[in-house]
T-cell receptor, first 114, second 112 residues
Framework: QKEVEQNSGPLSVPEGAIASLNCTYS??????FFWYRQYSGKSPELIMS????GDKEDGRFTAQLNKASQYVSLLIRDSQPSDSATYLC??????????????FGKGTKLSVKP | DAGVTQSPTHLIKTRGQQVTLRCSPK?????VSWYQQALGQGPQFIFQ???????QRGNFPDRFSGHQFPNYSSELNVNALLLGDSALYLC???????????FGEGSRLTVL
């Protein structure tokens, strides 16, 4: 059973701090990793994708991937109250050579306090 | 540039009824995937349509079926509704089966 695990939170950080969100996955052949942000009552919005080991930076967001440890993280620098949302980690799993589908974690709820 | 659009946005059904949800993909996208998101959970993959055929399917019963039309739009049908089918149903489109997914706003189904 392929699984994606996230701490459900809530994770509370003060405005301006760094928020660190973590995700582990069980499938060793997973190739692509994604972070989605979901505001309450809204649909998921893609904010970062990462495909190779190391760090990928986009503005205030940095995704980190360690395939050997089956671990992916998202850092949000200079957190703002508008970053308060649920962050979903998703992993694309390749199944027998066919195109993969996304498996999501349950999400981590982030609250940024002014 | 229109994003992914879904209809209806909200609907209420009773147990045993049938429901059809509709999705128009983002302009330029040819692949549609459907997800079910229960309250407090992450989205669960239902199935994916490409070239008017179901290409992949998640762990959902045959009560869940779908269709893709020549213009790439898609429908999700659920028969014999159960209380547990109450959820947010998300449509996501992509360019190709391996492309990045862009989600619509969802259809919130309540089964009474």
């Amino acid at each position: 059973q392929k699984e994606v695990e996230q701490n459900s939170g809530p994770l509370s950080v003060p405005e301006g701090a760094i928020a660190s969100l973590n995700c582990t996955y069980s499938d060793r052949v997973s190739q692509s990793f994604f972070w989605y942000r979901q505001y309450s009552g809204k649909s998921p919005e893609l904010i970062m994708s990462i495909y190779s080991n190391g760090d990928k930076e986009d503005g205030r967001f940095t995704a980190q991937l360690n395939k050997a440890s089956q671990y992916v993280s998202l850092l949000i620098r200079d957190s703002q109250p508008s970053d308060s949302a649920t962050y979903l980690c998703a992993v694309k799993v390749w199944d027998g050579g066919s195109q993969g589908n996304l498996i999501f974690g349950k999400g981590t709820k982030l609250s940024v306090k002014p | 540039d229109a994003g992914v659009t879904q209809s209806p946005t909200h609907l209420i059904k009773t147990r045993g009824q049938q429901v059809t949800l509709r999705c128009s993909p983002k302009s330029g996208h040819d692949t549609v995937s459907w997800y079910q998101q229960a309250l407090g959970q992450g989205p669960q993959f239902i199935f994916q349509y490409y070239e008017e055929e179901e290409r992949q399917r998640g762990n959902f019963p045959d009560r869940f079926s779908g269709h893709q039309f020549p213009n790439y739009s898609s429908e999700l049908n659920v028969n014999a509704l159960l209380l547990g089918d109450s959820a947010l149903y998300l449509c996501a489109s992509s360019f190709g089966q391996a492309g990045e997914l862009f989600f619509g706003e969802g259809s919130r189904l309540t089964v009474l």
